[in-house]
């Protein structure tokens, strides 16, 4: 059975549960921190990020690379579209939202709202939360918006794109925020629908308990 190392809170690490929950792949969480100094995790992951993935006696770092072994290794269901332009559109939101919406809602929101009261003992950055909420993230729902024709952002069903994006998205919501359902219907229904899935709705039911209801 693999074992995931990484907090249950990262949205790299919920990425990689999703993807094995999707792919009917039980295992292990170890739940490691970022920097973590242990030598076993660092041998796995020499820049210190969560998550690493154990499988036997191999390991190794990076949500989007786990992705791409666990597709090597568990091809059914596929999280990959098979259509070489859905298949590019898969991994730009995927690459979209590790890039552009975690530089929101991780740090300018996500952790100022969550980590820091509750890690680093200091209140939010109430402005700099308020100008990322009120300012940054708009434009980045407005381009999701214009993106969905379907039910999924990249072929005609669940993809690694979805998950990513859907992952980042769980953190804004802990944070206490949401999607506006009047500028973003489209949007909002389909965050609204990926989150039911099993494979989100138990990491989120978990996480949830992890941050006290
Ligand atoms: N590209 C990496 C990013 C992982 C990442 O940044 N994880 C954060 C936790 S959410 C981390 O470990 N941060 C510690 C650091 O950057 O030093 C992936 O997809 O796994």
């Given at each position: 059975m693999p074992t995931v190392l990484g907090v249950n809170l990262s949205p790299f690490v919920r990425k990689v549960r999703v993807a094995l929950a999707e792919k009917g792949v039980p295992y292990d969480l170890v739940p490691i921190f970022p920097q973590a100094t242990d030598e076993e995790f660092r041998k796995i992951s020499p820049l210190g990020k969560v998550p690493a993935l154990r499988d036997g006696d191999q390991g190794f770092s990076d949500s989007s690379v786990i992705g791409l072994y666990l597709e090597k290794k568990?091809?059914?269901?596929?999280?990959?579209?098979?259509?070489p332009f859905e298949y590019a559109r898969a991994l730009w939101f995927e690459e979209w939202a590790d890039s552009a919406l975690v530089n929101v809602v991780g740090p300018k929101i996500f952790f100022e709202k969550i980590v820091a009261p509750r890690f680093f003992n200091r209140e939010p950055d109430a402005e700099s939360v308020e100008k990322a909420v009120q300012e940054e993230l708009p434009p980045l729902f407005a381009y999701l918006e214009s993106q969905l024709?379907?039910?999924?952002?990249?072929?005609n069903q669940l993809s690694v794109g979805d998950i990513a994006v859907c992952s980042m998205l769980v953190n804004l919501f802990h944070a206490g925020y949401g999607i506006d359902t009047q500028k973003f219907p489209k949007l909002a229904r389909y965050v609204a629908r990926i989150h039911e899935r099993p494979s989100f709705k138990n990491c989120i039911d978990e996480e949830k308990a992890t941050l006290g209801g």
């Open positions: 568990h091809p059914s269901p596929s999280l990959y579209p098979s259509d024709t379907g039910d999924y952002l990249a072929g």
